[in-house]
């Protein structure tokens, strides 16, 4: 189970930390997976932001958020983070973390490669 936090209200230019906390998963298993982040605007489809080996030693990111958010985990806390700065509101979404379903990771960006989805957290950035 995914359990994601630290969505909220915020200003453009303004930053937000998400995290997402990964229970009910060995220790184990947790690391061995990749993770991603994903968003949702209203009335659109659930596409990829940023994903991190299982390794933390790659990650990569939609172009959109290039330079402005930085995806990171910690494997002692079985927790994925995402930091957002120079938020704009087209950043405006439910923010959703889950494991790629493929060891090892492919880089894909695709929605279907990844599993086991959290409920999500709103991001809200004000004009």
């Known amino acids: 189970q995914l359990v994601e936090s630290g969505g909220g209200l915020v200003q453009t230019g303004g930053s937000l930390s998400l995290s997402c906390t990964v229970s009910g998963r060995t220790f184990s298993t947790y690391a061995e997976y990749a993770m991603g982040w994903f968003r949702q605007a209203p009335g659109k489809e659930r596409i990829f932001v940023a994903a991190?080996?299982?390794?933390?030693?790659?990650?990569y990111y939609t172009d959109s958020v290039k330079g402005r958010f930085t995806i990171s985990r910690d494997n002692v806390k079985r927790t994925v983070y995402l930091q957002m700065n120079n938020l704009k509101p087209e950043d405006t979404a439910v923010y959703s973390c889950?494991?790629?379903?493929?060891?090892?990771?492919?880089?894909?960006?695709?929605?279907?490669?990844?599993?086991?989805w959290g409920q999500g957290t709103q991001v809200t950035v004000s004009s």
């Open positions: 889950a494991f790629a379903k493929t060891l090892p990771y492919s880089g894909s960006y695709n929605v279907d490669d990844f599993g086991s």
């Open positions: 991190i080996s299982q390794g933390r030693s790659t990650t």
